[in-house]
């Protein structure tokens, strides 16, 4: 038996794959005949990189994540899911229209729809922007406990990209807070002066796996109704989490049909 941590860690993952659900830490132990403290960091280190989620009482299993990185399709399936509907978003509001996913310390743009208006922030697909500056970042980042957040912090180089930028990491904290608790992001001249972003989460049955965001200049959102942007946002993001989690489900039926 590969006694390394990588290949410590691949049995852990390979036991979970295996069980009917949530698995205890001490059934876990009790496979794979690791210390008990060993198992318990491996898991800490996977539930930390996605792979792996703790439920109460010290139950773990496995996440979608898993799933869709097994099948090869971690951000096209993302992509293929939202394309209808940030289409559909487009079309409604005519602004400039994101998907982007945490890769690191940056956020990492999979699928950009451009306004049709002359005056417009142009975003580059795979582009990548740091996350406390965007909408998408701060919605990408707000569900992150205390020492997950102090450990990206530590990771990160704090710089502010406009006179605006935040960059204190208590009031970032604070920020983040806040935007979990009403679940989408507001971000007005931090990453770029005169643009102001609106972000909301996606998800994959309760996992945060992605985030959309519409950009448009400042001047304009202040024309329009900004609780009418926030809404657009947050019913298209509810749409693609619908549908990631009921494509999700049948890929799962599917894979493990005989």
């Known amino acids: 038996m590969d ?16 069980a009917d ?7 876990i132990v009790n496979e794979l ?25 010290g139950k773990y299993q496995i996440t979608p994540k898993l799933r869709r990185l097994s099948l090869g399709r971690l951000d096209d399936f993302l ?38 208006h002359p005056f417009r922030r142009v975003v580059e697909s795979t582009s990548t922007d740091q996350f406390y500056s965007t909408a998408l970042g701060r919605v990408l980042t707000s569900r992150l406990n205390d020492d997950e957040w102090n450990e990206l912090i530590e990771r990160t180089k704090l710089i502010a990209r406009t006179p605006h930028t935040v960059i204190d990491p208590i009031e970032l904290r604070t920020i983040h807070q806040q935007v979990h608790a009403q679940n989408y992001a507001i971000e007005r001249d931090q990453n770029d002066i005169g643009i102001t972003c609106v972000g909301a989460p ?8 992605a985030a959309i965001s519409i950009s448009l200049p400042t001047a304009r959102a202040n024309l329009g109704s900004q609780q009418e942007l926030v809404d657009a946002v947050c019913r298209t993001a509810q749409q693609i989490s619908s549908q990631l989690t009921n494509r999700g489900k049948g890929s799962t039926d599917q894979s493990s049909s005989p």
């Not at 006694?3 to 295996?18: I, M, P």
């Not at 659900?21 to 059934?27: K, Q, S």
């Open 79 to 116: 992509t293929e899911v939202a394309d209808r509907f940030l289409r559909e978003l487009h079309d409604q509001t005519g602004e400039t229209v994101n998907l982007g996913v945490l890769r690191g310390t940056h956020v990492r743009y999979l699928r950009t729809l451009e306004s049709r």
């Open 3 to 18: 006694t390394s941590s990588l290949g410590k860690a691949f049995h852990v993952l390979e036991v979970l794959a295996n």
């Open 33 to 57: 005949g690791y210390h008990k403290p060993t198992v318990h960091r491996l898991l800490q280190e996977l539930v930390k990189l996605g792979y792996v989620s703790r439920i109460e009482k």
């Open 21 to 27: 659900g949530e698995m205890p830490l001490v059934a």
């Open 202 to 209: 996606v998800f994959e049955n309760e996992e945060l796996v």
